[in-house]
């Protein structure tokens, strides 16, 4: 079974320092890999997604993640944090033939301090 | 705007009672799903559906139970509402074409903020 784990579900950093948000899967099967963003009391917001296509992926905002199949990776990062990226970060594995589900991670909220 | 408008947005219940949400979408989307989401566990999977008349249970679908019997509408009921049932509701759908600019992209609703008292 396919599986998410987000380490940290606490990030704290300075408005202009490099974000890293670590996400690690488990796939039996070559995965699609995505990281949402969640503002308070709003719904999911797709940053990016990993398809088979370029291991590095740029998404909006100034994001990008990188998947990495010899360490099962697919973190988030951000050169330079901004107050407006302060939200709750979800990275989501999808596999399968039949429905395409998606499995999330536990999430990790993002605080960036002035 | 195109996309997945879910109604109520917010809901009280008490214990026993009973309540559908509706999703709706506009898209033309083949597949529809329903997610729960609790602090520090992220989004848990229901039930979804992958077409008209056909549903499957997902992650956590004991207490809940679906229907899909239009297209454009995936419906969840709660028969007996319980407190373990609080929780925020999101219904997400996506096609099942592929293509640059719809491969894999589910599209969520803003959600449903329910309190079981």
């Known amino acids: 079974a396919q599986s998410v784990t987000q380490l940290g579900s606490h990030v704290s950093v300075s408005e202009g320092a490099l974000v890293l948000l670590r996400c690690n899967y488990s796939?039996?099967?070559?995965?699609?890999l995505f990281w949402y963003v969640q503002y308070p009391n709003q719904g999911l917001q797709l940053l990016l997604k990993?398809?088979?296509?370029?291991?590095l992926v740029k998404g909006i905002n100034g994001f990008e993640a990188e998947f990495k199949k010899s360490e099962t990776s697919f973190h988030l990062t951000k050169p330079s944090a901004h107050m407006s990226d302060a939200a709750e970060y979800f990275c989501a594995v999808s596999q399968g033939e039949y429905g395409n589900k998606l499995v999330f991670g536990a999430g990790t909220i993002l605080r960036v301090k002035s | 705007n195109a996309g997945v408008t879910q109604t109520p947005k917010f809901r009280v219940l008490k214990t026993g009672q009973s309540m559908t949400l509706l999703c709706a979408q506009d898209m033309n989307h083949e597949y529809m799903y329903w997610y729960r989401q609790d602090p520090g566990m992220g989004l848990r999977l229901i039930h979804y559906s992958v077409g008209e008349g056909t549903t499957a249970k997902g992650e956590v679908p004991d207490g809940y139970n679906v229907s899909r019997l239009k297209k454009q509408n995936f419906l969840l009921g709660l028969e007996s509402a319980a407190p373990s049932q609080t929780s925020v509701y999101f219904c997400a759908s996506r096609t099942i074409y592929s293509g640059s600019k719809s491969i894999y992209g589910y599209t969520f609703g803003s959600g449903t903020r329910l309190t079981v008292v």
């Open positions: 796939s039996s099967v070559p995965p699609y």
């Open positions: 990993y398809t088979s296509a370029a291991t």
